[in-house]
């Protein structure tokens, strides 16, 4: 669902009035997070898709990195998860549900967690993801609300999956190099650029998915009161993404993001294609980690984060004593 009619069907519901619940759903959070001891909180996720790919292995390992990634992106580490299957058992063969369960398997034993169970249900169409829990010290959760000006925004992974993904089920992209160039970087766990975030003052972070990087960047603005800027030309993209949306190709998410981000002020002082434009609004699928923390540590966090492998990482912006908003330059 877009990220506007979300916010209608949740206005009204009253929080939970519980001190140990220490992040719950005021501030869009990627996970919740409930005060076990002093020592000791546990971080509660869930999410599931639709095939991104046809190939039921690869569905496996992306869905359950997205759903993995709410985790890390809280500075928790992954501890159980389980399985939410739905597959139309009568139509397709079981032999591709063993595969999506195959990847999901093998990316949660990658991440170091235990898949205990889960739940499915006969559906018309294949969707797959899991309810994660781990667990984070009480004061050492990360929220994506806690930028502050002066902040340098780290972003992990390229952007532009979205098209990329409905280019390839229109046939305007050719599969196997999707298969070459960006699957492996999509259903990569987010738990390195993690852990080696925490090695410095990190202050917020979340993961891009769903409401594409301008979306994302508008929650942390919203949470941090105050503005953000975006270098559009640090900013990764995976190979073809730009040029699909040149040939007209785009996602069913894009108009709602946007729609999302117009409710709030946003600049773009560079002047940007409508190719170009549409890249900010594309919907991630097991996206990077978005990370602020003090700008005289983003140089030293951006080597460890390239010698960890995540090469892609980049410096893509700052929070600013500002208006809450984005100014795109």
């Avoid at 999410?47 to 890390?72: E, K, L």
Wanted: charged share 20%; with cysteine; glycine share 10%.
């Amino acid at each position: 669902m877009g990220p506007a009619v979300l916010s209608d069907a949740l206005a009204g519901l009253t929080p939970p009035d519980d001190p140990d619940l220490l992040v719950g759903i005021e501030t869009s959070d990627d996970a919740a997070v409930y005060r076990l001891n002093d020592e000791m909180a546990m971080v509660n996720t869930v999410d599931f898709i639709t095939p991104p790919v046809d190939d039921p292995y690869w569905f496996g390992q992306i869905s359950a990195a997205n759903s993995i990634s709410d985790v890390y992106s809280m500075g928790g580490k992954p501890l159980t998860a389980l399985n939410l299957v739905m597959f139309p058992s009568k139509q397709l063969d079981m032999g591709m549900l063993k595969e999506i369960l195959k990847g999901g398997h093998d990316k949660v034993v990658e991440a170091g967690a235990c898949l205990v169970g889960g739940h499915s249900v006969d559906d018309e169409e294949p969707k797959y993801g899991l309810c994660v829990s781990g667990v984070v010290h009480p004061e050492r959760i990360i929220t994506n609300a806690g930028a502050r000006p002066g902040d340098a925004l780290i972003l992990t992974k390229p952007l532009g999956s979205g098209v990329l993904f409905n280019a390839v089920r229109a046939k305007k992209f050719p599969y196997p190099e999707l298969e070459r160039d960006t699957l492996p970087l999509i259903a990569a766990l987010n738990g390195p650029a993690m852990e080696a975030a925490l090695r410095f003052d990190l202050h917020a972070c979340t993961d891009v998915t769903g409401f594409g990087i301008l979306g994302h960047l508008l929650e942390m603005a919203l949470g941090a009161d105050a503005g953000i800027l975006l270098d559009y030309q640090q900013l990764p993209f995976y190979s073809g993404a730009l040029d699909m949306y040149r040939k007209g190709e785009t996602t069913g998410s894009n108009r709602a993001n946007r729609e999302m981000v117009s409710r709030h002020r946003l600049e773009l002082q560079r002047t940007l294609t409508r190719a170009e434009e549409e890249l900010l609004y594309d919907p991630q699928t097991s996206g990077g980690l978005l990370m602020a923390l003090p700008s005289s540590q983003a140089d030293d966090l951006l080597t460890l984060l390239h010698a960890s492998g995540v090469t892609d990482s980049r410096c893509i912006g700052e929070i600013r004593d500002a208006a809450v908003g984005i100014t795109v330059v």
